[in-house]
């Protein structure tokens, strides 16, 4: 494959997501990149689902968060944060690396004003967003749900190649037609 090696590529470019990601989320949570790394690279810390996984080696891997597992994280670090003695045992508990820990604890958080002011625009906008992404699955479980309702749509369904948008979308018009009186082709 013109002397690359497709599994060694496949790992620069995951690792190099990965850290893209994982800079990018600590800016939006101003905390530490190196605190970040520690707490997500053990998948026990967050619920199960929330760290995916990718391999990209014999024995090497990639973690990335899923938007609850971001959500998660956020609170996680939040809660104890509001003493120094909550801190110190969160630190204790999740971050194995000595030189992290005591980064974390002797960096304030919050010292960066750009990444902070750059975090009161940013976060509302994702919660927005997940709002959106909420909504959207909402209206597809209401699509199906009313496709599952018509015989209509369950015959052309039975096909597996297609789904309920497909089937909804086929019959719409039909049912223009029905409601306005055939006046069309």
Known sequence: MNGLDPQAYLADVLDRIQDHKINRLAEILDEDVDLLREIISNDDNLTY????????????????????GVDELRQMLSDPRRSAETWQEFLDCFVLDEDIATRARHIPRG??????????????????????RA??????????????????C?????????????????????????TSGNLGP
Not at 53 to 67: H, M
């Open 49 to 68: 689902g929330k760290i995916i996984s990718v391999v990209t080696g014999d024995d090497e891997s990639t973690a990335a968060l899923t938007d609850d």
């Open 111 to 132: 010292s960066n004003r750009a990444v902070t002011h750059l975090a009161h625009i940013v976060l509302p906008l994702l919660d927005a967003w997940k709002g959106l």
């Open 135 to 152: 909504r959207a699955a909402d209206l597809g479980r209401k699509l199906v749900a009313d496709a599952r309702q018509s015989q209509a």
């Open 154 to 178: 369950r015959i052309l369904m039975s096909n597996p190649d297609v789904g309920a948008i497909k089937a909804t979308s086929s019959l719409l018009p039909l049912k223009s037609r029905e």
